[in-house]
């Protein structure tokens, strides 16, 4: 069995910050800081997704989602 392994950058909340856009701009996940609590509670890798933060806002300042 192979393992799978995948860069994600973890933050608070969703920013203007080079790196983020940069994850942005390289489709690298960007997850809450909660994801690794949770994953830390429960013993276990949970799945990312439910922790996605959003890409960024949109022109109309509305949130661009994943």
């Known amino acids: ?8 950058l ?3 909340q969703h920013c203007r910050t080079r790196k983020y856009l940069l994850c942005v701009a390289g489709g ?3 997850v809450s800081q909660m994801w690794v609590r949770d994953c ?7 799945n ?5 933060l959003p890409a960024g ?10």
């Open 57 to 66: 806002l949109g022109p109309e300042g509305r949130i661009v989602e994943w």
């Open 1 to 8: 069995c192979k393992a799978a392994y995948q860069s994600l």
């Open 28 to 30: 690298v996940p960007c």
């Open 40 to 46: 830390c509670q429960e013993k276990k890798l949970l």
């Open 48 to 52: 990312y997704r439910n922790y996605l």
């Open 10 to 12: 973890i933050a608070d």
